[in-house]
């Protein structure tokens, strides 16, 4: 299972950055991507849920990014996207991207939950 994230960058607080991730399987066939998230991980703290969105779509967020930030998905393209508005220096860290799948390969039936590599993100004047 490949989790391939793309959109970090620096930007000024106010700013907006739009993160992609893109699932992929490199042998079999992806069967149903279940709930996709994105986490993040600032310098010296723990890695932190900031949305996560369920294969029908009703998404959560943390309180620190309400309003602010918004997770969406295009099955078709198995892709999870986070718009991220009003940035702030606070908003800094890796992003990753997390899901949980079920995929078939020689007929075999797998789920497993995978993780990307991680994207930076750096609010900064």
């Known amino acids: 299972v490949q989790l391939v994230e793309y959109g970090g960058g620096l930007v000024q607080p106010g700013g907006s950055l739009r993160l992609s991730c893109v699932v992929s399987v490199t042998s079999g066939t992806i069967i149903r991507i279940n709930d996709m998230a994105w986490y993040r991980q600032a310098p010296g703290r723990r890695r932190e849920l900031v949305a996560s969105?369920?294969?029908?779509?009703?998404?959560n967020y943390a309180d620190s990014v309400k309003g602010r930030f918004t997770i969406s998905r295009d099955n078709a393209k198995n892709t999870v996207y986070l718009q991220m508005n009003s940035l702030k220096p606070e908003d800094t860290a890796v992003y990753y991207c997390?899901?949980?799948?079920?995929?078939?390969?020689?007929?075999?039936?797998?789920?497993?939950?995978?993780w990307g590599q991680g994207t930076q993100v750096t609010v900064s004047s």
């Open positions: 997390n899901t949980d799948l079920l995929y078939s390969d020689y007929d075999v039936p797998i789920a497993q939950r995978s």
């Open positions: 969105i369920s294969s029908g779509g009703s998404a």
